[in-house]
Nanobody, 119 residues
């Protein structure tokens, strides 16, 4: 089983920045399907940024130009740099990765990290 450990959440004022980290317990060198999601109470989990085949990076319109996805394969870690944060960005943020283990392909989620944007 793959463990994804998130960190970097917290309280920040509007216009501020945070960087979220998601460290995997297995190599992510060959992982193509991954992304960041967020969820607020009463709402379904929302895709913030996703990586598709061909290493294409797709951002939700609400975060485009403000959030940046990156990865460090040597550290088995992916990041979400969040700039110009707005109160509506407040949510629990989850990283997600798909791993091939044995004959199957499985989805794994981080434990979630709270991001609160408030003055």
């Amino acid at each position: 089983q793959v463990q994804l450990v998130e960190s970097g959440g917290g309280l920040v004022q509007p216009g501020g920045s945070l960087r979220l980290s998601c460290a995997a317990s297995r190599s992510i060198f060959s992982i193509n399907d991954m992304g960041w999601y967020r969820q607020t109470p009463g709402k379904e989990r929302e895709l913030v940024v996703g990586i598709t085949s061909g290493d294409s990076t797709n951002y939700a319109d609400s975060v485009k130009g403000r959030f940046t996805f990156s990865r460090d394969n040597a550290k088995n870690t992916v990041y979400l740099q969040m700039n110009s944060l707005k109160p509506e960005d407040t949510a629990v943020y989850y990283c997600n990765m798909w791993f091939r283990i044995g004959p199957g392909i499985y989805s794994y989620w981080g434990q979630g990290t709270q991001v609160t944007v408030s003055s």
